[in-house]
């Protein structure tokens, strides 16, 4: 059983300026939560209520999210707006939170390096918060725990892209083991289409294995300079096993406009359903 979830959250969103200037871009809201709620109840719901943040400079919201208002509370205590407080209530009750700051932003490699006085030497699952999933059945992490109970070893969660998007990603190449589950042989991150192996594209899911930190520590610079956990999975897969699993349900690029218009217009219709049926 997988107890640990860790978040990179200290990127700067420059693709949501101004939004972003002075407010965490993990803090906007798809309706009427901030992304990174998504992201933790998706941990929940795969039974990891052990959740690092790693965060940076002007992120305290995010440790003010998941903490009591008591002023607030005190203020709309006995009103009909107290439900609204409900689900976060859930999971203060339910999780525990602990942050670590990464003073210089170096890639997602490092990112995730920075949270190992977090994790420690235990399988943990990633949530990157821009991606916003929704699951077929269960969420996708839960889907990808189940994965990981059966075959012990890291995955990344994938799906197909047009090829002309490719370059937006780390890209997969590999065997399909079982539907769905393939044995990772080759990892490039962000291929330009002519080098990219397949359209299978890493999504940002992942389950590690704690060995991961030793090969991220030995990982060099790659793409754009950065330590990218891309390449230490391919360092990783070359001596364990290390598999992509195609996800069943929907992901939404909360990191683009465009996806995130997709993902406001999706829960909008699932908000109104519920205002109706109150
Ligand atoms: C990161 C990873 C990339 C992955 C992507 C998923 O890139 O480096 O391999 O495909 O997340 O969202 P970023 O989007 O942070 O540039």
């Not at 083991?177 to 042989?185: A, C, K, P």
């Not at 290390?242 to 990191?255: E, N």
Request: hydrophobic residues 35%.
């Amino acid at each position: 059983m997988i107890r640990k979830c860790l978040f990179p959250a200290a990127g700067y969103g420059t693709r949501f300026l101004p939004a972003t200037k002075s407010m965490p871009k993990e803090m906007l809201p798809i309706v009427d939560k901030p992304l990174i709620q998504y992201g933790v109840e998706e941990a929940m719901a795969a039974g990891m209520n052990n959740i690092g943040i790693v965060t940076g400079r002007g992120k305290r919201a995010l440790a003010d999210h998941f903490d009591v208002s008591y002023e607030l509370e005190h203020q709309i205590s006995g009103t009909s707006k107290e439900g609204m407080l409900k689900c976060i209530r859930k999971i203060l009750n339910e999780c525990t939170f602990s942050y670590t700051r990464q003073r210089e932003m170096k890639g997602l490699g490092h990112a995730i390096l920075t949270g190992e006085t977090l994790i420690g030497q235990e399988p943990f699952g990633v949530i990157l918060a821009d991606d916003l999933c929704v699951g077929e059945g269960d969420g996708v992490l839960a889907q990808m725990a189940k994965i990981y109970a059966k075959y012990r070893c890291s995955i990344v969660a994938i799906e197909e892209v047009p090829h002309d998007e490719v370059h937006k990603y780390g890209v997969i190449d590999g065997s399909e083991l079982e539907d769905g589950v393939y044995v990772i042989s080759d990892m490039v991150e962000k291929p330009s289409p002519e080098d990219a192996p397949t359209n299978l594209a890493i999504i940002g899911r992942y389950i590690l294995t704690p060995d991961i930190f030793d090969v991220i520590r030995e990982t060099p610079p790659g793409r754009n300079g950065e330590i990218q956990i891309t390449d230490a999975l391919q360092i990783q897969a070359k001596r364990n096993m290390v598999l992509a699993y195609r996800f069943k349900g929907q992901r939404f690029d909360c990191g683009s406009v465009h996806g995130f218009v997709k993902a406001t217009n999706h829960f909008y219709e699932i908000w109104k359903q519920n205002e109706e049926q109150v």
